[in-house]
């Protein structure tokens, strides 16, 4: 007899609102979360990859042993997947050891666009003039906060370095997002989580054991910060956006994350007495604005920002 997989019920709009405000707040914990740990990013992307895997992995097992099954290509393509993950994770939590919270959830928050070019290189959906012109104005937001960064930030080349962190995180991220975007619709938000952070987690291990970098041995308001960033940016961040994918266009939830580095800047303000640069006022509009015309041009953007 085949396997019948039994589909969830629709969500209701009250459960979707919640659902973009719960992500949004979630998310925007993140790169405060980093900064109070005192552990290496690498080591903060592995913990926060594993704890995911572990916290969904026994949702998975029920709904594979429910009759959902993952193919060999699907387990390549999640496999990729992971990696992908695993590299944004290590290069955007990284970045915060060099540049301000402010400028790095800006420039990380370029997904969406680096999405549409993949779009419309692989899957041959371009983006429209409306998405390119986004594109650009973005890229001189980014470029404002750069410069601004190397020539007036007491970081100095450091916070330069970050930017770049930051922004090659926004890169990769659209791989993950490329790739995952088939598997998810095949397979349960459980399951195609678990296993993507599992393969995250697994080469981000091998990246912290080549580069020696200690996973334990940390203070008691590390591993709290650690637990932290698993239960909020992971699970009712990153894994709730995913979920909502089932009731709404990706393009609007990409729209609704670019609030994350508004609530970051503004928790990194009021926690850590932490204030961006001034060349900040400028280019963080530009960057907010490019992505949001990016992502509303016409043609779907199927992205989301999952920190």
């Given amino acids: 007899m085949p396997l019948v997989r039994r589909q969830s019920p629709p969500l209701r709009p009250a459960e979707v609102r919640a659902g973009l405000v719960v992500g949004v707040a979630a998310v925007s914990t993140a790169a405060v979360l980093v900064r109070v740990a005192d552990a290496p990013g690498?080591?903060?992307?592995?913990?926060?990859?594993?704890?995911g895997a572990v916290a969904l992995a026994p949702f998975a097992v029920r709904a594979l042993r429910g009759g959902v099954r993952v193919d060999g290509p699907q387990r390549r393509r999640l496999a990729a997947s992971g990696l992908f993950l695993g590299a944004h994770f290590g290069l955007w939590i990284s970045s915060l050891s060099f540049t301000t919270v402010a400028s790095s959830s800006?420039?990380?928050?370029m997904s969406p666009l680096f999405v549409g070019l993949g779009a419309a290189l692989f899957l041959r959906e371009p983006p429209s003039r409306r998405t390119w012109a986004g594109i650009g104005l973005a890229a001189a937001g980014a470029v404002a906060i750069?410069?601004?960064?190397?020539?007036?930030?007491?970081?100095?080349?450091r916070a330069l370095l970050g930017d770049a962190m930051a922004f090659a995180g926004a890169a990769v991220i659209a791989g993950y997002l490329l790739i995952?975007?088939?598997?998810?619709?095949?397979l349960p938000v459980s399951v195609y989580a678990a296993i993507v952070y599992g393969f995250?987690?697994?080469a981000l291990l091998a990246v912290c054991a080549v580069a020696g970098v200690p996973l334990w041995g940390y203070d008691g308001r590390t591993w709290l910060a650690i637990a932290g960033l698993i239960v909020g940016p992971q699970l009712l961040g990153h894994t709730v956006f995913n979920h909502l994918l089932s009731a709404l266009p990706a393009t609007t939830v990409a729209v609704v994350v670019l609030a994350e580095p508004l609530g970051a800047g503004l928790l990194a303000w009021m926690l850590l007495a932490e204030l961006p640069t001034p060349g900040f006022a400028l280019g963080a509009p530009l960057v907010l604005a490019g992505v949001f015309l990016a992502a509303a041009g016409g043609r779907p953007v199927r992205a989301v920002d999952p920190r």
């Fill in 42 to 51: 690498l080591a903060l992307a592995f913990w926060r990859c594993f704890g």
């Fill in 106 to 109: 800006v420039l990380v928050s």
């Fill in 146 to 157: 750069g410069a601004a960064d190397l020539a007036g930030a007491p970081l100095g080349g």
């Fill in 180 to 186: 995952g975007r088939a598997s998810r619709s095949r």
């Fill in 200 to 202: 995250a987690a697994a």
